[in-house]
């Protein structure tokens, strides 16, 4: 049986390619992680994560389209599955749920 859950980083990554939509590169999800997290990431690592979330059935990836800024190399797109995206929607819902649930916190989400 598939792994369906997600650990921190890759709900992290997982949201990332979300938000870089067409251009969700490793590299760039590399620098996007970075500048939304204040953390260092290895570039190792992130492909790792791709390729678990890709296994899992959450990612789908292809080669996008040769550049002249990298030589002519091509970069391997990724894009989030609906099974993806509702392993995203499962894992806010149990975070909302536990804030909710914990009486320090008062949290109200928009759009839900």
């Given at each position: 049986m598939k792994e369906t859950r997600l650990g921190e980083f890759e709900e992290v990554i997982l949201l990332i390619v979300g938000i870089l939509g067409d251009d969700a590169y490793a590299l760039r999800v590399a620098d996007?992680?970075?500048?939304?997290t204040n953390?260092?990431?290895s570039i190792g690592a992130v492909h790792s994560s791709l390729n678990r979330l890709s296994e899992k059935?959450?990612?789908?990836?292809?080669m996008g389209q040769s550049s002249p800024e990298r030589g002519g190399r091509r970069?391997?797109?990724y894009t989030i599955t609906a099974?993806?995206?509702?392993v995203l929607d499962d894992a806010?819902?149990?975070r909302l749920?536990?804030?909710n649930q914990y009486p320090g916190f008062m949290v109200e989400f928009v759009g839900s």
């Open positions: 996007e992680f970075e500048t939304q953390r260092a990431v059935g959450f990612l789908t990836s292809a970069k391997r797109i099974s993806g995206r509702s806010r819902s149990l749920s536990l804030y």
